[in-house]
């Protein structure tokens, strides 16, 4: 595929080139477009060099091949990261006074936009109207993260992660092995991690960030399905809003299991990629638990429904695919694919992706690495890379799955 990537000069103009290489390490043709200002915090020889392709920023650069007007006709997608205030404010008011400006106006593939400038900045009604104005002309910006900002500045209007930010635009061109294969399906999927109350403050829960269910509900969708997606906690910026999702968003495993259970009622297919809390207090505080002289008291815990097994054993639909995940980290007793196999033997799901977790893989904006098992514990496939890359490949078997399945009903 062959992509733009449009940099401004905002400080966290160093991380598109992590952006750069994760699409480059994906099989991407990747044109970097900065502006001037950019090149003031990353140089051109960078971008070359990692890019392996030349590095303009005029429209009198090359002119007689009419740069803007080649790019815009050639590319696949459009990703500007950062994209300050001016930015937006320039593609909002159609202005087009350097290549990558004139570039968003000559193309016609999908354009990401991914924010980043001072929290003063982005909640400036300038600038909110500006994001409305381009969301309702149909690019898609992201909302910019919560935190750290230059010096001892903290709020909204953090760059997201490069991961993130990939994640987000290929899922916009989302490659579709089989068009439609999913067709007519109703696909269920939960994702997050979900909470279970200690008390009005403290819950037990878990690291998931719900993007890897997120991913697959997307990619659902662009394959035919109408969907239900399940989010437990998932942030509102990560929540798609898309034709043929429904988002239905829950709290506990108690919740979600009541929500998965009456939507798997009548669906084709059910993924079960949140990570649920095995275990719940048996008592909810009804008030903020005090720290006192004699430490704190014991939190009795009580197992909770394996959602999974429940829907692998009943299958509330004839026919239906049920799918699940296994988070693992592997110790004395195992490594991650020998646990992986106990436990697809063990809950009887058609499929199982297993999946390592840690602070470089898994959970969170990072990529992702599964082995798909059947319910036997035997490899059916592996995948690895960003979120979107797994969610296609983990959707190629529930389709092959199902293909057999009509197959032997017939």
Known sequence: MRIVLGVTGGIAAYKAAYVLRLLREAGHRVRVVPTESALRMVGRPTWEALSGEPVRTGVFDDAEHVDHVALGRGADLLVVAPATANLLAKAAAGLADDLLSTTLLTVTCPVLLA??????????????????????????????DSGRLTGADSGPGRLPEPAGIVDAALALVARAPAPGDLAGCLVVVSAGGTREPLDPVRF????????????????????????VLVAANV???????EPGIEVR??????????????????????????????????????????????????????????????????????????????AETGDSEGGVLAHGREKARRKGADLLAVN???????????????????????????????????????????????????????
Do not use: C, Y
């Open 249 to 326: 968003e829950v709290e506990t495993t108690a919740q979600l299991r009541d929500a998965v259970r009456a939507a798997a009622a009548h669906a084709d297919v059910v993924v079960m990629a949140a990570a649920v809390a095995d275990f719940r207090p048996v008592a909810s505080a009804a008030h903020k638990i005090k720290k006192t002289a004699a430490g704190p008291a014991p939190i009795e815990l009580v197992k909770n429904p394996d959602i999974l097994a429940e829907l692998a054993a009943e299958r509330l639909r004839p026919g239906q695919v049920v799918v699940g995940f296994a």
């Open 115 to 144: 924010p980043a400038m001072h929290t003063e900045m982005w909640l400036n009604p300038a600038t909110q109207a500006n994001v409305a104005t381009l969301r309702g002309r149909g690019l898609h910006v992201l909302e910019p």
């Open 204 to 227: 037990l829960g878990n690291r998931s960030s719900g993007r890897q269910g997120v991913a697959l509900a997307v990619a659902a969708a662009r394959r035919g399905a109408r969907v």
């Open 356 to 410: 390592e977790v840690g602070t470089a893989v898994g959970f969170g904006d990072v990529p992702n690495s599964v082995t798909v098992l059947d319910a036997a514990g035997e490899v059916l496939a592996r995948a690895q890379g960003s979120k979107v890359a797994v969610a296609e490949a983990l959707l190629d078997a529930v389709a092959e799955r199902l293909r057999v399945t009509t197959t032997i009903d017939r």
């Open 235 to 241: 942030e509102e910026a990560l929540l798609p809003h």
